[in-house]
């Protein structure tokens, strides 16, 4: 008996307008930047029209994305609202799918932008057996001083009443053929612009590493710090931190470089440092675990893993064979890849947009022994 699960970050799925971009020029839109408006309304209207435009290839990268992970349970993040994922799944996995996802779990968390993390799950295993809901708990309200995880660090930008989840840590429990699996999903603190002398990954990393530390004390809490290797719990999402990159330099008149590079110190080493749990990408290939494609120019180039599937040690015994997926058909076509991994992309993929993500999904099978 066994279980297909994915992780997917699907970039912005909102069914609302953002006209913040017409007082605050970072939040505008390349393209209408184009364009001489003169008034708040005109820039409504506008907007509306190219959202609108923009969205529609958009979901349907996102779906074909989706459908290809195969997933029994797929853990979602940037979702607006269960109206907008319900939308969607109507709209654009159906016509691809047939009846597939057909329960849906979110709770509004902390996100200034609304977006939150999520969850869809098939009635019934791609091999027949029943995926059984069991509750939902959110923990997005859980401060650092209710886990006794305010420090110096923290003390920098926080207070020690201030929420720890920049969105959330969502629970989830299911029964799969009558075996039990929790969830966590989560969609930790982004890096951001350089702040404070300082890159934006350095000056974030006490939050995410915070966030980090608190779904750890939340999974010994419950399950108790000697038994929690025994029991069958996955933590999944986007944690916008990575312990490696591929760095890339050259160009393509004179050919592409790769190098692989450790990173000193990274939020996800809370989990993995000890055996809590395991990253289940590392099992593929060092230069193929990477599940996004940074770029800010030419000057400033890698590829990295944002997206996991971090296994309890009981789960990830059981499971010693199995590797997981990483979907890249979805990828603009700025994406640089190494040699040897160059994906066919979906029809209608753009060279930057429309694509399906900026982050690429992780699906996994997992035998539930």
């Known amino acids: 008996m066994s279980l297909r699960i994915a992780t997917f970050n699907v970039e912005n799925l909102m069914n609302r307008f953002d006209f913040s971009g017409y007082r605050n020029e970072l939040r505008q839109d390349r393209s209408v930047k184009l364009y001489d408006i003169r008034t708040e309304a005109e820039y409504r209207q506008i907007e509306q029209a190219r959202a609108i435009a923009h969205t529609d290839d958009t979901r349907q990268l996102t779906a074909l994305a989706i459908a290809e992970t195969g997933a029994d349970i797929l853990c979602l993040q940037e979702v607006d609202n269960l109206e907008a994922l319900q939308a969607f799944e109507y709209g654009y996995l159906f016509k691809m799918i047939g009846r597939g996802y057909r329960n849906k779990y979110m709770v509004d968390g902390n996100d200034g932008r609304g977006i939150d993390v999520a969850v869809m799950m098939r009635e019934h295993t791609r091999d027949g057996q029943p995926i059984e809901f069991l509750r939902m708990k959110s923990h997005a309200s859980l401060s650092y001083a209710d886990l006794d995880l305010f420090d110096n660090e923290i003390a920098e930008t926080n207070e020690p009443q201030d929420r720890i989840f920049r969105r959330d840590c969502l629970e989830i429990d299911v029964k799969v053929g009558g075996r039990p ?12 612009p350089p702040r404070g002398g300082m890159d934006g990954r350095t000056a974030t990393m006490p939050v995410r590493s915070a966030e980090a530390r608190a779904v750890r004390r939340i999974i010994e809490n419950r399950f ?9 719990w996955i933590i999944c999402g986007d944690m916008n931190d990575y312990q490696e990159r591929i760095v890339i330099t050259g160009d393509r008149f004179n050919g592409f470089e790769f190098e692989h590079r450790k990173e000193d110190a990274s939020a996800i080493d809370v989990f993995t440092a000890d055996g809590f749990a395991e990253n289940a990408v590392m099992r593929r ?17 890698h590829l990295c893993q944002l997206d996991y599937l971090l296994l309890s040690p009981s789960l990830a015994k059981n499971n010693a064979k199995r590797v997981p997926d990483i979907i890249r058909g979805g990828q603009p076509f700025r994406t640089i890849f190494p040699d040897g991994q160059a994906v066919e992309r979906y029809p209608r993929t753009g060279w930057d947009r429309p694509k399906a993500s900026d982050h690429c999904p992780v699906a996994m099978t997992l035998d539930m022994l």
């Open 181 to 192: 699996l929790t969830m966590y999903v989560a969609h930790f603190k982004s890096m951001g």
């Open 224 to 232: 108790g710090r000697e038994k929690s290797a025994s029991k069958r």
């Open 285 to 301: 290939p060092q230069s193929d675990r990477w599940t996004l494609f940074h770029t800010r120019g030419p000057e400033e180039r």
